[in-house]
């Protein structure tokens, strides 16, 4: 036999309920109904039929590039060319074209798994260097108390409109002149990379940082938590989605540079990424330019299983400040 509460002794333990809900951490539980709403409201027929057609005018030209990827170089250049799409009234493929573009072969450069490499010297400590950098200094801003704060953040935030084609030079003459940095080395790339990176990275992490419920910060200095253990077991913990979106922009942004790469790596193979060796490997005459779809493909494959690896933590970076309260 149940016995049911009296209907005070109920209302006394809602009340008391709704009182340690509103004191305990939101959890994915609490937040499911949130998203139910936000999928509502972005999700109808009109958003649905305008994400279609933005896919597929995306796609088409990569499925393209796809296509030609795997076309004798007769289909592609010469009297015999035609276009990718008569592929499918002609079956005729080769992965030729990858060999070739993997092994280098006719040229005298080196192949492009030396640039591939390259590029992965270059990304990874920059991606690493921003998040590490640009967490800390987000996180004073948003919640240290130092004179001055706010016109230092406006001050890092306004330096993402300087062009970065005019700090080149500037930055390269101090490079060589004044810090004595050896041309063609690692060190060059990862210095400018990151200093490019830092002003976005700051502003993004700031604005997710800032979000964060102040009574947790308070509750950890009333129990002698310091700056650093807050950062460490407060602040990063809470910030993975805001710092893996942040990951994939830099990780993005840094492997296609083609720019900052001829200005900083020397042009040399064992320092060059390899968007240096895609826009060599046509050769000074475009006489193998079949050989540039297969190149693209063998470049992207990183930055997919980037993308891919870190994609549930980016919805959730994108959709943080819609989830919170």
């Known amino acids: 036999m149940t016995v049911m509460p009296a209907p005070d002794e109920a209302a006394n333990t809602s009340r008391t309920q709704t009182r340690k809900d509103k004191g305990r951490p939101a959890t994915p539980e609490d937040s499911a109904p949130i998203m139910r709403r936000v999928k509502t409201k972005l999700t109808s027929r009109w958003a649905t039929a305008a994400a279609v057609i933005i896919a597929t005018i995306w796609t088409v030209p990569t499925f393209g590039l796809l296509v030609s990827s795997i076309r004798p170089a007769a289909k592609q250049v010469g009297p015999r060319s035609d276009g990718w799409w008569n592929f499918f009234a002609d079956w005729d ?43 800390m200094a987000a996180y004073m801003f948003a919640w240290g108390n130092f004179k001055g704060r706010e016109w230092a953040f406006i001050i890092v935030f306004a330096l993402q409109i300087i062009p970065l084609q005019m700090a080149l030079i500037p930055l390269l003459t101090l490079f060589t002149q004044v810090l004595q940095i050896p041309p063609g080395s690692y060190t060059q790339l990862w210095i400018a990379h990151t200093m490019f990176g830092l002003p976005l990275g700051i502003f993004l992490l700031h604005n997710f940082i800032s979000e964060i419920p102040g009574e947790v910060i308070e509750a950890a200095k009333v129990d002698g938590a310091g700056h650093t253990t807050i950062f460490w077991r407060i602040i990063l913990p ?40 895609l826009a060599e490997i046509s050769g000074t005459r475009g006489n193998r330019d079949y050989l540039n779809p297969a190149a693209a493909f063998v470049s992207i494959i990183v930055p997919l299983a980037v993308f891919f690896g870190l994609q549930r933590y980016f919805v959730r970076g994108l959709l943080a400040g819609g989830l919170k309260g």
Do not use: C, E, H, M
């Not at 493929?93 to 591939?116: C, E, H, I, P, R």
């Not at 994939?248 to 320092?271: H, K, M, P, R």
């Open 93 to 135: 493929f080769t992965f030729k074209n990858y060999v070739d573009v993997t092994a280098a072969a006719g040229s005298q450069s080196a192949n492009l798994s030396q640039y591939f490499v390259n590029s992965l010297a270059i990304v990874i400590p920059v991606t690493v260097f921003v998040l590490v950098l640009a967490s």
């Open 238 to 277: 809470l910030s993975v989605p805001a710092l893996a979106s942040l990951a994939i922009f830099q990780f993005l942004w840094v492997w296609n540079d083609l720019l900052v790469a001829l200005v900083f790596s020397g042009g040399t193979a064992d320092v060059a990424p390899i968007t240096q060796r």
